[in-house]
């Protein structure tokens, strides 16, 4: 045997034992029943199935040499004239090979003998019609493996991108954070310890919770509350800092950390020494499954800037999370940057999912 003949051999053997394998044995039994159903059983029903079987015989050979010989080494290079050829060649060949086993097979039914030689040409066509049918199975198949493939990829490629932004907010917040305590500790503030426990449940949540894609809405306000708190007591009195939250989050779930940015872009920029009075105002809504969530905070004058609609504002971690969103709730968010000369506010919506 050629080298060619045993790849093709050993190709045959590995799927008939497959799990496609048994798929294929399936749908050939389906076909042999049909066949049978046309020719009907009026000279005996074991007449019929060897018959038949003769014909599904050929037909195997001639859609498996397809499968496996002609389509990857024509069809997928691209060579369109030289497969249909060498498939209307294979068609020729087979159909007087089928021949000639049925004359062997009917030689005591010469009408029978006689009908299939004058039909040759029809024997021809249904050869090449049903080889014909498995390449644009075969097409169709690879077709849908790759719209698979090209998807599961993109959801890889998305978590994995997910996951890079995410390290890229927690580590920024902690190393803040970590900051501001080794501030007050130098001064032996009564506030370190507080701040220790809120840093505790913060560091709880992101280390263990904000692992997973969704995460309550209830405890992201609750990761903020403890954000503010810490801030607030950082801050002192002469500071205005609030919270509002107006609405019941329920069991509705959210993107972990995704106000996080926002958070510590008012708080870095809103307090700074350089801002008599200083002041964050957040507000956050719950309205159905829509959240709303809104800060502003005080800033150094500067020249004004006009309102932009999904800005990239400045930034690593602004920017990372318009591309989080984008990621994650394409085309079910809003968000609008405003710049004054004496304030900044983001106003973000979210249309959250079940």
């Known amino acids: 045997m050629t080298s060619t003949a045993i790849q093709l051999t050993r190709q045959w ?9 048994i798929y294929h044995l399936i749908f050939w039994l389906v076909i042999l029943a049909i066949l049978m159903l046309f020719e009907g059983v009026n000279q005996g029903f074991l007449f019929t199935l060897t018959n038949q079987l003769v ?10 040499f397809n499968l496996f010989y002609l389509i990857p080494n024509y069809l997928s290079k691209n060579m369109f004239l030289t497969y249909g050829l060498l498939l209307i060649v294979a068609s020729v060949v087979m159909t007087p090979l ?10 005591n039914y010469p009408d029978l003998v006689q009908d299939m030689v004058d039909h040759q040409f029809l024997h021809f066509l249904l050869t090449f019609f049903i080889t014909g049918a498995s390449t644009v199975y075969k097409i169709s198949s690879d077709w849908f493996v790759h719209v698979n493939e090209r998807q599961e990829l993109e959801k890889q490629t998305m978590q994995s991108e997910l996951r890079f932004l995410k390290s890229q907010i927690n580590p920024h917040f902690l190393f803040n954070t970590l ?6 500790t130098l001064k032996k503030s009564d506030k370190a310890p507080e701040i220790v426990i809120k840093l505790s449940e913060m560091m709880r949540y992101m280390l263990y919770e904000c692992n997973e894609k969704r995460v309550l809405l209830s405890k992201e306000i609750h990761y903020i509350q403890n954000y503010i708190d810490l801030e607030s007591l950082r801050q002192g009195k002469n500071v205005d800092i609030s919270l509002e939250v107006n609405g019941a989050p329920g069991h509705r ?6 106000f996080t940015p926002f958070l510590e872009n008012s708080f870095k920029h809103g307090l700074s020494n350089l801002i008599e009075q200083g002041y964050v105002k957040i507000q956050l809504n719950v309205v159905g499954e829509m959240v709303d969530f809104y800060i502003e905070n005080s800033k150094p004058d500067q020249p004004p800037t006009s309102i932009h609609r999904n800005k990239k504002s400045g930034g690593i971690g602004l920017v990372n999370v318009q591309k989080r969103l984008n990621l994650v709730y394409p085309d079910n968010y809003e968000l609008q940057i405003k710049d004054t000369p004496n304030s900044y506010a983001v106003n973000l919506k979210i249309q959250l999912d079940g």
Do not use: C
């Open 98 to 107: 089928k021949m000639i086993i049925f004359v062997f097979k009917l030689q």
């Open 13 to 21: 053997t590995d799927r008939l034992f497959s799990r496609n394998g």
């Open 55 to 64: 014909n599904v015989f050929f037909y195997s050979i001639i859609v498996y």
């Open 179 to 184: 900051n501001n305590l080794y501030a007050l």
């Open 253 to 258: 779930l959210i993107a972990p950390l995704m």
